[in-house]
T-cell receptor, first 116, second 115 residues
Framework: KQEVTQIPAALSVPEGENLVLNCSFTDSAIYNLQWFRQDPGKGLTSLLLIQSSQREQTSGRLNASLDKSSGRSTLYIAASQPGDSATYLC???????????????FGAGTTVTVRA | ETGVTQTPRHLVMGMTNKKSLKCEQH?????MYWYKQSAKKPLELMFVYSLEERVENNSVPSRFSPECPNSSHLFLHLHTLQPEDSALYLCASSQVSTESNYGYTFGSGTRLTVV
């Protein structure tokens, strides 16, 4: 069974500092990995999707790397802002499955607070 | 409308009530999902529908009953729930094939409180 772990569970930084969020998974045979953001009591917003053949994806201040062999992904957020305060979730999709559908395995998330 | 829409946003129900959660996706995706998010716990997959056929029932109690009448709509029918069923229920959709996956899109969720 795929286990997804996110460290740290919570992170508080002053505005302007770079954020580094870690995600590890036990089964390296993943199809792709997706990073989400969740604001309190709200749904999930997709940030970045990394296919298994890719090493990284970038969008604005966000950069996510993927190292399948070591079972790790890292989300970098440059020059953090108070609006970046949220919970960040990592999810992986296995490359093998019993039917033609794709299921996500989620980590518990990292709750980020950016202090003004 | 675009994306994945869930209604209602908030729901309070008694343990003897019957209610339904609704999800609608406007993305042309062919798979839809129900997830449960309880406080301090990772998201739990409840049901998966691929091409309108249920392909997963992840040991969910029978008091939760899904329905997928077409590829754009997904319902979760609730009856005789327990207080521990109080949670955020999230709907998601994706486009699945053997060739590609463009990731998941989630709705804003329904906050359910069972009293």
């Amino acid at each position: 069974k795929q286990e997804v772990t996110q460290i740290p569970a919570a992170l508080s930084v002053p505005e302007g500092e770079n954020l580094v969020l870690n995600c590890s998974f036990t089964d390296s045979a993943i199809y792709n990995l997706q990073w989400f953001r969740q604001d309190p009591g709200k749904g999930l917003t997709s940030l970045l999707l990394i296919q298994s053949s890719q090493r990284e994806q970038t969008s604005g201040r966000l950069n996510a790397s993927l190292d399948k062999s070591s079972g790790r992904s890292t989300l970098y957020i440059a020059a953090s802002q108070p609006g970046d305060s949220a919970t960040y979730l990592c999810a992986v999709i296995l490359s093998y499955f019993s039917s033609n559908d794709y299921k996500l395995s989620f980590g518990a998330g990292t709750t980020v607070t950016v202090r003004a | 409308e675009t994306g994945v829409t869930q209604t209602p946003r908030h729901l309070v129900m008694g343990m003897t009530n019957k209610k339904s959660l609704k999800c609608e996706q406007h993305l042309g995706h062919n798979a839809m999902y129900w997830y449960k998010q309880s406080a301090k716990k990772p998201l739990e997959l409840m049901f998966v529908y691929s091409l309108e056929e249920r392909v997963e029932n992840n040991s969910v109690p029978s008091r939760f009953s899904p329905e997928c009448p077409n590829s754009s709509h997904l319902f979760l029918h609730l009856h005789t729930l327990q207080p521990e069923d109080s949670a955020l229920y999230l709907c998601a959709s994706s486009q699945v094939s053997t060739e590609s996956n463009y990731g998941y899109t989630f709705g804003s969720g329904t906050r359910l409180t069972v009293v």
